[in-house]
């Protein structure tokens, strides 16, 4: 199995410009998170999704974030504008509804953003 | 105070040593996560426990429900052991998974 993939791996923008990370989950699996992790905050989850679903986006820090599912292979997670505040490791992982009921994760190699 | 400390913060150790790194909850779960982060790549799952212990190679993972508490073991540590260690738990009732702040370890040949 491929695992979860993640796009681009590194990311180096200005201010203000619109940032689109990537992200396709492992085949079958049903749930999709995407977590962002800064040396100040460690790991956050910023929003997940069930069956494309967004089930909690409580972790989207403000309006400038929007995640999208548009099918159950593929997610996007957009900031715009982008700050140099945004600048972190954003990480995707998937996880399959039969192991859910406990959390296992399977995550993707991260794209580390840099907003100058 | 977070709902997930794990101690200690950084740790450097000779390869061959025994190593352990702790991590208490305070809150009541239904499983704890040991993650790995190596520097610049991505986060592999280690264990995912709900009671007792579970070992898988050299490392030793232990959780008492009782006192909130888990340790990771690594024996006869190797510098490629040198990584983030991360515990995660979810809370009863939730969805989400809570982090700790992880745990630098760095084995020195």
Known sequence: ?116 | KNEVEQSPQNLTAQEGEFITINCSYSVGISALHWLQQHPGGGIVSLFMLSSGKKKHGRLIATINIQEKHSSLHITASHPRDSAVYICAVRRTGAQKLVFGQGTRLTINP
């Open chain 1, 1 to 116: 199995d491929a695992g979860v993939i993640q796009s681009p791996r590194h990311e180096v923008t200005e201010m203000g410009q619109e940032v689109t990370l990537r992200c396709k989950p492992i085949s079958g699996h049903d749930y999709l998170f995407w977590y962002r992790q800064t040396m100040m905050r460690g790991l956050e989850l910023l929003i997940y999704f069930n069956n494309n679903v967004p089930i909690d986006d409580s972790g989207m820090p403000e309006d400038r974030f929007s995640a999208k599912m548009p099918n159950a292979s593929f997610s996007t997670l957009k900031i715009q504008p982008s700050e140099p505040r945004d600048s972190a490791v954003y990480f995707c992982a998937s996880s399959p509804p039969r192991r859910f009921s406990t959390g296992e994760l399977f995550f993707g190699e991260g794209s580390r953003l840099t907003v100058l």
